[in-house]
């Protein structure tokens, strides 16, 4: 019966791996074919076009667009975790009066759709001038996001207490105690809110579509509502060319979550804190 059990887990998880693999597999293999195979819908591209890659490099900027999304990504990734992680720290280690009250107006703040927000927001920026910079794109965050908060709160309630009275017993602070003991115990979680802010920031297309007018200021997925406005429309759709700004687009992430892997399951999975 176990090996039975092993062998339905098994299969079910190749069926996963399938079911989540196979659009990426047919993207890449699209984006290596010539206009005229790429929706058949075979695996091998065959013709082989690599030649589209190249095509998508001369005709749009997307180095450049690959540098300000790096940019944006990683300074919103940045801001989200500290500021979360400050305001996490206080509701996990402090006790004061209404903190309760205010930890559910926090996670209250989730229930509201962006939509909600998104006209005052711009207007607030476009108050202070900064409504067509790449500023709105990541400084928002340095007020923190109730999901990281919610997430890094409890790795804090997580850590043994005698480590915190231990410190303070030493001479330390509350700053040298966050900084020197707290984030580095809770370094998992910081790695999977880094990753998803990361991530979240990447793919963002909303944000920049209300803010960057200047193709310079473009973030990648900005850049591939372009692509796809250029070579996607009419009569001659070039879809290899967008397919292959796709790719492009999605490579850094996949490499990103390998990269980040081994925090990103024990931090989302077991919460180990490691010591």
Not at 16 to 32: E, Q
Not at 181 to 210: C, H, N, Q, Y
Request: include cysteine.
């Amino acid at each position: 019966m176990r090996t039975r059990g092993r062998g339905f887990a098994l299969a079910g998880l190749v069926v996963a791996a399938v079911a989540f693999g196979y659009p990426f597999a047919w993207l890449v293999s699209a984006s290596l074919k010539d206009r005229a195979h790429v929706f058949d819908n075979a695996l091998l591209p065959v013709p082989f076009a690599p030649q589209n890659f190249v095509e998508v490099w001369r005709a749009v900027p997307l180095l450049t667009w690959i540098g300000n999304s790096v940019a944006v990504g990683v300074a919103a990734a940045v801001a989200a975790t500290l500021s979360s992680a400050v305001v996490a720290y206080g509701f996990a280690r402090y006790r004061f009066r209404g903190r309760g009250l205010l930890f559910g107006l926090v996670l209250a703040t989730m229930m509201l759709p962006g939509a909600v927000t998104m006209v005052p927001v711009y207007l607030e920026w476009h108050a202070v001038g900064l409504a067509t910079t790449q500023v709105p794109l990541w400084a928002q965050n340095l007020f923190g996001s109730a999901f990281y908060i919610f997430l890094l709160r409890q790795f804090f309630l997580g850590l043994p207490s005698e480590v915190f009275d231990a410190a303070r017993v030493d001479g330390a602070g509350p700053l040298r105690t966050f900084t020197a003991i707290a984030l580095p115990l809770a370094r998992p979680g910081m790695v999977v809110v880094f990753v998803f802010e990361l991530r979240s920031a990447w793919t963002d297309l909303i944000k920049p579509l209300i803010y960057l007018r200047e193709p310079q200021f473009y973030t990648l997925p900005r850049g591939l509502k372009t692509v796809l406005d250029r070579f996607g429309q009419g009569g001659e759709s070039q879809w290899e060319i967008v397919l292959a700004a796709s790719v492009v687009a999605t490579v850094p992430m996949i490499v990103l979550f390998l990269c980040a892997q081994r925090y990103f399951v024990r931090g989302l999975v077991t919460q180990h804190v490691e010591q």
